[in-house]
C-alpha cells in the first residue's frame, strides 16, 4: 500500500526567508504533483515532476523529485505573504492517475 | 487550459435524504474521474475511480452503496450521496485527466469542489 509522507505539517516562517518541504512515499513511482490549496478552495496544480532528477521552477517556488530516494522537495525561496497556503504533494499509484495525497502542510508567511 | 466544473459548489440537506453531485470536464473527454473527499485541515482521500460505460473502483472502506457514482458520459460523472447522515459533511472533489498527448496529458486537473452539509 502506498504511503505518503509530508513534513513538516506546519511552518510558520518569516518574509524573506527559504524553506523546504518534504515529500516521501513508500513504493515505486514516477509521477508526482505538487497542489496548492487556499483556505475554503480546491486544489491549485503547481508542479508535475513525471522523472528522475525533474526540477521545475515557477516564481518562488522550486520542486524537484528523486525517484531513487523516494522523495521530493518543494523549496521556498524569499518567501512573501501570498505563498500562505496549505501546500500538498500527490503520488500517482500505479500510473493510473488515481492520487494518494500526503497530510499537507500548512504554510504561513509572516511579515 | 482545461476545467473541471462541479456543481453545487455549496449544498445543504436533511438527514436521511440524497444529494446529488456533478463533475463536468468541459474542454476535454475523460475517460476517468475520480472522486475525493476532504474533512476539514485535513488531507483529501480518495473514494473511487468512476469510469465512463462501466461500474466504478470504490477504495476500501468506502460504501459503494452509499456513494453512488454514475459516469454516463465522456464528460461527465456524478456522485450521490444516498441516505446523507451529518458524519457524511464534508468537501467532495472530483478530478479528471486530459487524454491529450504530451505534457498536458499528464496533468490532472481538480474540480472547484462541493461543501456538503448534512442537518
Known amino acids: 500500500e502506498l504511503k505518503v509522507e509530508q513534513n513538516p505539517l506546519f511552518l510558520s516562517m518569516q518574509e524573506g526567508k527559504n524553506y523546504t518541504i518534504y515529500c516521501n512515499y513508500s513504493?515505486?513511482?514516477?509521477?508526482l504533483y505538487w497542489y496548492r490549496q487556499d483556505p475554503g478552495k480546491s486544489l491549485e496544480s503547481l508542479f508535475v515532476?513525471?522523472?528522475?532528477?525533474a526540477v521545475k521552477q515557477e516564481g518562488r517556488l522550486m520542486a524537484s523529485l528523486d525517484t531513487k530516494a523516494r522523495l521530493s522537495t518543494l523549496h521556498i525561496t524569499a518567501a512573501v505573504h501570498d505563498l500562505s497556503a496549505t501546500y500538498f504533494c500527490?503520488?500517482?499509484?500505479?500510473?493510473?492517475?488515481?492520487?494518494?495525497f500526503g497530510s499537507g502542510t500548512r504554510l504561513l508567511v509572516r511579515p | 487550459g482545461a476545467v473541471v466544473s462541479q456543481h453545487p459548489s455549496r449544498v445543504i440537506c436533511k438527514s436521511g435524504t440524497s444529494v446529488k453531485i456533478e463533475c463536468r470536464s468541459l474542454d476535454f473527454q475523460a475517460t476517468t474521474m475520480f472522486w475525493y473527499r476532504q474533512f476539514p485541515k485535513k488531507s483529501l482521500m480518495l473514494m473511487a475511480t468512476?469510469?465512463?460505460?462501466?461500474?466504478?473502483?470504490?477504495e476500501q472502506g468506502v460504501e459503494k452503496d452509499k456513494f453512488l457514482i454514475n459516469h454516463a458520459s465522456l464528460t461527465l460523472s456524478t456522485l450521490t450521496v444516498t441516505s446523507a447522515h451529518p458524519e457524511d459533511s464534508s468537501f467532495y472533489i472530483c478530478?479528471?485527466?486530459?487524454?491529450?498527448?504530451?505534457?498536458?496529458?499528464?496533468?490532472?486537473?481538480f474540480g472547484e469542489g462541493s461543501w456538503l452539509t448534512v442537518v
Open positions: 478530478s479528471a485527466r486530459s487524454s491529450a498527448s504530451g505534457t498536458s496529458g499528464n496533468t490532472i486537473y
Open positions: 515532476l513525471l522523472s528522475n532528477g
Open positions: 468512476s469510469n465512463e460505460g462501466s461500474k466504478a473502483t470504490y
Open positions: 500527490a503520488v500517482d499509484e500505479d500510473s493510473s492517475y488515481k492520487l494518494i
Open positions: 513504493t515505486t513511482s514516477d509521477r
